[in-house]
């Protein structure tokens, strides 16, 4: 019996049953692996950026130290404010009841806590990094009713309010950026970098 059933199965499998039917079913579901592709790869490149010690490549020119603390004093604050701007961004669609001052607070304390294990861990700072975006990604996976774009834009237009206080923690964070990057300097000034041997390269 079970054998019958299993060839009356196998005689449906053939090309004219399998492309026939109504497939517009599957164009919303191509768009969301479209959406899903384009997001992991926006979100790779962001958190890659953000957790490396380096954020900015290392100048081979005779000056370098001279155009590493140019770009940290210059670019590096556009670059602190993208980061801080983006955490609270998702912070604005992960939370429901959290009021602005709390979610920029969070956001604050992701921001920095990426910025200072970069300095201790490349790896650990990229799963920190990783850590709220793919979170974002898998609560719209499982429940895209929980996401209200309504509220987030009603907090959005409160956010020019709190101006003051975003300003605040993104000072602190190139504080913090540069407290670490003079502490790195002083350390290899007393303890020098060694050269990669052609095992570790």
Known sequence: MAFENFSEYMSELDLQNIFSGDLSAFVPIFYLVISIAVYSVLIWHFYRFIARRDCFKISETKHSKLVGFAKYFFLFPFVASLFFIGFSMMMLFLTRNYEIPAVLSTSFAITLAIRITSYYSNDLSKDVAKMLPFALLGIFLVDPS????????????????????????????????????????????????????????
């Open 146 to 201: 929980y996401f209200r774009f309504e509220d987030v834009i009603d907090k959005i237009y409160l956010m020019p309010e709190f101006l003051v206080l975003c300003i605040q923690f993104v000072l602190f964070i190139i504080i913090v950026e540069w407290v670490l990057r003079i502490g790195l300097s002083v350390r290899y000034a007393i303890f020098p970098k060694k050269p990669e041997t052609p095992d570790q390269a």
